[in-house]
């Protein structure tokens, strides 16, 4: 099963994506992931892309692809992934779609965590990120043990300046415009599912599973 997770800022995809790919065994694949792996070995593109981002550039979408190329070259991905992060626009659907034509692959579902923008708020104006290990908390409905404090690393706690509810609207209406013609491409192609992603983690995996899983 090669599936994508679409969704606003604050629709879990992250969270939803690794709980999914460990329900099903298969591979979660982040651009975003990638890009600080590349980064971070220092790799030929990750040096490109640290020269874009030390300037306060965005990295260009052709780099991000070409990252993207070589793990979808990795042994593990035939047997499927959970793309998270990726396509956020019509350019970036259509060079996925070229770069899966020539390993034989297809996307077999995009499901687009439909959710709430006065959830969206509430969950991303709560949110805190350790500064080591990026794990992501929630100051009502994931704390953390010790206040200020990952519970997995010890590290220091804190809140996103593109977390501010000011911010996260303007994020939003972004959003809304880039996504648009971005489910129209999928649903076109007879590839989109909708579900409500305003309740909590658990039952949303659920539904995610029910969707994706084939019926006896």
Do not use: W
């Not at 590290?155 to 415009?177: F, I, M, N």
Request: proline letters at 4%; charged letters at 30%.
């Amino acid at each position: 099963m090669r599936l994508i997770l679409l969704g606003p800022p604050g629709a879990g995809k992250g969270t939803q994506s690794k709980r999914l790919a460990g329900e099903l065994g298969v591979p979660h694949i982040s651009t975003g992931d990638i890009l600080r792996q590349n980064v971070k070995e220092k790799t030929s593109l990750g040096k490109q892309a640290k020269d874009f981002m030390d300037q306060g550039l965005l990295v260009p979408d052709e780099l991000v692809a070409k990252m993207l190329m070589e793990r979808f070259a990795g042994t593990d991905v035939k047997k499927g992934f959970i793309l998270d992060g990726y396509p956020r626009n019509i350019n970036q659907a259509k060079t996925l779609d070229e770069m899966l034509k020539k390993i034989n692959l297809d996307i077999d579902l995009v499901v687009y965590l439909d959710t709430s923008e006065s959830v969206i708020i509430q969950r991303l104006t709560g949110r805190l990120v350790c500064s080591n290990c990026q794990a992501n908390f929630h100051i009502k409905n994931m704390p953390p043990k010790i206040k200020g404090i990952c519970d997995n690393c010890g590290g220091k706690l804190y809140q996103r300046t593109d977390d501010k509810e000011e911010t996260v609207r303007q994020r939003l209406e972004v959003y809304k415009k880039e996504v648009a013609s971005l489910i129209q491409y999928y649903e076109v192609r007879q590839k989109l599912s909708r579900l409500s992603a305003d309740e909590e983690a658990d039952i949303v995996l659920h539904k995610i599973i029910n969707l994706v899983t084939p019926k006896p």
